[in-house]
T-cell receptor
Framework: KAGVTQTPRYLIKTRGQQVTLSCSPI?????VSWYQQTPGQGLQFLFE???????NKGNFPGRFSGRQFSNSRSEMNVSTLELGDSALYLC????????????FGPGTRLTVT | GEDVEQSLFLSVREGDSSVINCTYT??????LYWYKQEPGAGLQLLTY?????DMKQDQRLTVLLNKKDKHLSLRIADTQTGDSAIYFC????????????FGKGTKLSVKP
């Protein structure tokens, strides 16, 4: 069974631009969660989508948004990039029913210059 | 909200046992997890424990939970150089369909 895939793996953007990251969950998984990992703040939860609906949301500004498609693939968008958005963005998938193991992808390394 | 704390570094010799400690603040956290992250990689789920358990063993890994003190530990027996990685403790908050709150991670270095 293929694991969670994220594209692109690396990205360099300029302040003020926007970026879209993609996550393909494990086949059969309906929940996708997104996390931001930085050296200073560690791993922070962004949001979770289940069956195309946002089910949980962390404490991030509205510049961070996401969506999920009918095939469970998810995209995350960050608008008006700031230097502090430089991070590793991880997505995790799970079946989404009850308490469930989350399987993480390798992440997308975003650098904002 | 939930806060999860871990020591940042641990260094052990190959063959010794490693013990990584974690404390959390929200007593309603139902599940507690240990993840491993190797350089350049995502997180790998190692094991998890339900809050009504005291201990869980899985091959070289032993998880101990002291719910009264809100203290969780991960013991790795016969630590190998391949165990060198960052280990994250995480607590599930917000019920069974909630989200994970992670500690900052403990960097384990295994010396030959």
């Amino acid at each position: 069974k293929a694991g969670v895939t994220q594209t692109p793996r690396y990205l360099i953007k300029t302040r003020g631009q926007q970026v879209t990251l993609s996550c393909s969950p494990i086949s059969g998984h309906r929940s996708v969660s997104w996390y931001q990992q930085t050296p200073g703040q560690g791993l922070q939860f962004l949001f979770e989508y289940f069956s195309e609906t946002q089910r949980n949301k962390g404490n991030f500004p509205g510049r961070f948004s996401g969506r999920q498609f009918s095939n469970s693939r998810s995209e995350m968008n960050v608008s008006t990039l700031e230097l502090g958005d430089s991070a590793l963005y991880l997505c995790a998938s799970s079946r989404g029913q009850g308490v469930d193991e989350q399987y993480f992808g390798p992440g997308t390394r975003l650098t904002v210059t | 909200g939930e806060d999860v704390e871990q020591s940042l570094f641990l260094s052990v010799r190959e063959g010794d046992s490693s013990v990584i400690n974690c404390t959390y603040t929200d007593s309603s956290s139902t599940y507690l997890y240990w993840y491993k992250q190797e350089p350049g990689a995502g997180l790998q789920l190692l094991t998890y424990i339900f809050s009504n358990m005291d201990m869980k063993q899985d091959q070289r890994l032993t998880v101990l939970l002291n719910k009264k003190d809100k203290h969780l530990s991960l013991r790795i027996a016969d630590t190998q150089t391949g165990d060198s990685a960052i280990y994250f403790c995480a607590a599930l908050v917000g019920g069974s369909q909630g989200n994970l709150i992670f500690g900052k991670g403990t960097k384990l270095s295994v010396k030959p």
